[in-house]
């Protein structure tokens, strides 16, 4: 089956460094996308992955590891608006796979 | 600014009621998804379709189906609403380059059948 894990809820301070981890089990594998989402509104692209290795981005870092199935998200000097839900997708043979997201909480 | 257009923003309806859900995006893209995401259980994928008139079944296709007749509109139908159905309904469209095509999303449709 497919199924892909991440934890439900997370928080830190502003200012810090979180990471959200994501582990998979998929039968196909064609990249790792994660997309935030701020509640109420549209999930956004932040990042894809297809080979092992850290993908930088500004703030944001992800990371894969396909022999692992394990993926995570670094988010360095944390803001308020950084509170939001951060969804991880696996992209199996012809369509993107989600997971249920994890809930960050950014605290002053 | 590329866009993603849901119709509407919140929907209520009764069960047994035909609803018609709406999507227009503006980028040409080929790709168009309908996904509906719940508490507790993410994204779930409903139908897709690559072209004009073309339909795929997703994960969950059960009690719904889509409409495709012009490259920029792709609608999802609702044929007899039911309870289980209340949910978020999020549109999306990709463009046909391959796996590392990311989706833009439309701001989803807050449906509630009663």
């Known amino acids: 089956g497919q199924n892909i894990d991440q934890p439900t809820e997370m928080t830190a301070t502003e200012g810090a460094i979180v990471q959200i981890n994501c582990t998979y089990q998929t039968s196909g594998f064609n990249g790792l996308f994660w997309y935030q989402q701020h509640a109420g509104e549209a999930p956004t692209f932040l990042s894809y992955?297809?080979?092992?290795g850290l993908e930088e981005k500004g703030r944001f870092s992800s990371f894969l590891s396909r022999s692992k199935g394990y993926s995570y998200l670094l988010l360095k000097e944390l803001q308020m608006k950084d509170s939001a839900s951060y969804l991880c997708?696996?992209?199996?043979?012809?369509?993107?796979?989600f997971g249920t997201g994890t809930r960050l909480q950014v605290f002053p | 600014d590329v866009k993603v257009t849901q119709s509407s923003r919140y929907l209520v309806k009764r069960t047994g009621e035909k609803v018609f859900l709406e999507c227009v995006q503006d980028m040409d893209h080929e790709n168009m998804f309908w996904y509906r995401q719940d508490p507790g259980l993410g994204l779930r994928l409903i139908y897709f379709?690559?072209?004009?008139?073309?339909?795929e079944k997703g994960d969950i296709p059960e009690g719904y189906s889509v409409s495709r007749e012009k490259k920029e509109r792709f609608s999802l139908i609702l044929e007899s609403a039911s309870t289980n159905q209340t949910s978020m309904y999020l549109c999306?469209?990709?463009?046909?380059?391959?796996?590392?095509?990311?989706?833009?999303f439309g701001s989803g449709t807050q449906l509630s059948v009663l």
């Open positions: 997708a696996v992209y199996n043979t012809d369509k993107l796979i």
């Open positions: 999306a469209s990709s463009s046909l380059g391959g796996a590392n095509e990311k989706l833009f």
């Open positions: 379709s690559y072209d004009v008139k073309m339909k």
């Open positions: 992955n297809v080979l092992d």
